[in-house]
């Protein structure tokens, strides 16, 4: 604090507690009396300025705790609104990052080791990510441990340390989680490597190597994902450059294959180029068909109706072989070896006959209530990840798009589609979100010349297949959809399904459980007070987990 003048020191001493600013009696006090100032004049000034805000702040928040109020919470979310609100980045830079003014490092690491003002910091720098010192902050955190917290930021890709620590702990996180975790942490690392061109690029390269020296296989799925997402963001032409650079695909094969992604729809030129490739003695590597999306467009071609254009059996025989083939062969250091493929020949042809077998059944011998003539293949394909694929498509195809429910559906019974669900999300677990999807697709669709009492009991039913997937251990999703997308259903079928989930589940429960269930049971609080069985249910449930806020509110209101 070095002032020029008695006067510009009064001014600084007659501010509201300036006896509790930093350095007051070193810098403030000793300046004013080295320049003349009267002590007693100086003394007089600051205890006439004292007002004693923090002490009252002290008062309230200890009176406020002895109630049980979150005194620190309320304080540190008042001064993030302060912070966020007045925060001046031009004022902070020109202070802290100028070389009179130099930041302690320890002060700073303070500052980066609280979590609350991580997050402000990380909220002030999307709106202001020129700062220096805001950018200072991030660099601290990244080299401090928090590298996950900064893969949600825009601006972390602008960094290529930050970039590049992001996308290594991401990659070995991956390893080690399974499919509904790789679900949630996957959209924040796309989202970082798609937010330029260039970030794209440098992730893609590093994907496509990893692949190539490790025969990483699972990575394709990634690599699509980026693709996906880079598409949508309106980088398509960029995409399918780099993909033709980074791929080894001979180019009639990389344009056949890119044409049906382009177009989503099979012809029969291009399956024929990609077949003639694939069924010799030295196929080219498998990963270049061994991809979700391409399988995807082979297989609604294939096996739902009314998908795209007629095929000719022979297109549809290619088609087959070429599901088969990226199903069942596998790659060793990039290029199937004769005699691996040799030995591998009849398993391809094994799930070659199993698939020809499904399309007939389905397309000819689906005859009435009970798929008469049909469900041996139907039951045969199912036991096969990419035959019940298949069936699962079709089973969205006949709910959505024919009339069988209007034809066949009876209240008192389990309709034959809703038990093949079933089947297949308890035979194949990795296939419980593509089950789960067609479930949500399914259960809002209207169906023509249904009685409302008639279609309630079919949507029961399909509220049943998502009380069945929870008992599979799909909790999670499920519950998010009831408490999002699911609010539009009737509040009886919200009931049922409350009511089967609290009858399945047993404690401990965990904390994202219990505030999920709240949060439903929140929303038709006002139905469950007329069914007293059921609210005294959920009232007991609650009962069991009285520390979460939710749950008290329910237990003093009902």
């Known amino acids: ?34 320049r003349g100032g009267a002590p007693m004049d100086a003394v007089t000034t600051l205890s006439e300025s004292y007002v004693g805000i923090p002490s009252m702040c002290n008062v309230t928040a200890e009176s406020a705790a002895a109630i049980g109020i979150d005194t620190t919470g309320i304080m540190q979310a008042a001064l993030k609104t302060m912070l966020v609100k007045q925060f001046n980045p031009v004022v902070f830079d020109n202070f802290f990052m100028t070389s009179e003014n130099h930041i302690d490092p320890a002060w700073l690491q303070s500052l980066v080791d609280d979590a609350s003002f991580r997050q402000t910091a990380y909220k002030l720098l999307e709106m202001h990510p020129r700062c220096a010192f805001l950018n200072l902050i991030v660099l601290k955190a990244a080299e401090s441990g928090y590298r996950s917290e900064l893969s949600s930021l825009k601006t972390s890709s602008t960094y290529l340390l930050i970039y590049n620590q992001i996308l290594e702990e991401s990659l070995n996180k ?56 880079a598409s949508k963001h309106g980088r398509q032409s960029f995409v399918d450059i780099l993909r033709a650079s980074l791929s080894d695909a001979a180019r009639p094969l990389a344009a056949a294959i890119k044409a049906i992604l382009g177009s989503r729809q099979l012809t029969a030129g291009d399956i024929r180029t990609i077949y003639s ?58 290029k199937p070896v004769l005699t691996l493929y040799l030995s591998q020949q009849s398993e ?59 034809n066949y559906y009876r209240t008192t019974e389990i309709p034959l589609p809703h038990l093949l669900l079933d089947e297949i999300a308890d035979r194949h677990p990795l296939q419980q979100p593509f089950v789960f999807n067609v479930i949500k697709r399914c259960i809002v669709h209207r169906y023509q010349n249904f009685a409302p009492e008639i279609l ?34 009737d509040d009886s079928l919200t009931v049922h ?13 965990s904390a994202v459980f219990v505030q999920s269930i709240a949060e439903i049971v929140e929303r ?22 009285q520390h979460y806020s939710l749950a008290r509110v329910f237990i003093n209101t009902s």
């Not at 509201?16 to 350095?23: S, V």
């Not at 970082?192 to 799925?221: F, S």
């Not at 409350?498 to 401990?508: A, D, H």
């Not at 038709?524 to 609210?535: A, F, G, M, P």
Request: with cysteine; charged share 25%; proline share 4%.
């Open 348 to 406: 391809t042809n094994e799930v070659v006959g199993i698939l020809k077998n499904l399309h007939v059944a389905l397309k000819e011998k689906s005859k009435g209530a009970d798929f008469s003539g049909a469900m041996e293949a139907i039951l045969t394909a199912i036991r096969l990840p990419v035959g019940s694929m298949a069936v699962l498509m079709w089973v969205e195809y006949i709910s959505i798009k024919t009339a069988y429910y209007e």
């Open 1 to 34: 604090m070095s002032l020029a003048t008695l006067e510009d020191y009064r001014k600084v001493f007659v501010k509201e507690d300036a006896i509790l600013e930093p350095n007051v009696y070193s810098d403030g006090l000793l300046g004013y009396l080295n």
């Open 456 to 489: 309630m009991v079919l949507q029961k039913t399909w509220v049943d297949r998502l009380l069945y997937l929870v008992q599979l251990h799909y909790t999670t999703p499920v519950l998010d959809y009831m408490k999002g997308e699911g609010q539009e259903l």
């Open 277 to 334: 490739m694939y069924y010799t003695s030295v196929p080219p590597p498998v990963h270049h068909i061994c991809r979700f999306d391409f399988l995807e467009i082979l297989l609604k071609a294939v096996y739902v109706p009314d998908s795209g254009p007629q095929l000719r059996p022979d297109t549809i025989d290619q088609a087959i072989f070429l599901i088969s083939f990226a199903v069942t062969v596998k790659d060793t250091d990039n």
């Open 497 to 509: 399904f409350i009511e089967k989930v609290l009858n399945m589940c047993q404690s401990p429960y």
């Open 174 to 229: 991956f390893i080690g989680m399974d499919d509904l975790a790789v679900e949630e942490h996957l959209p924040d690392l796309v989202r970082v490597c798609c937010e330029r061109e260039e970030t794209y690029m440098y992730a893609q390269m590093v994907l496509y190597k990893l692949r190539e020296e490790y025969n990483g296989q699972p990575l394709i799925r990634l690599i699509a994902e980026l693709e996906k997402t």
């Open 524 to 545: 038709i609080k006002v139905t469950l007070h007329l069914l007293k069985d059921v609210e005294a249910r959920v009232t007991l449930f609650f009962g069991k987990t």
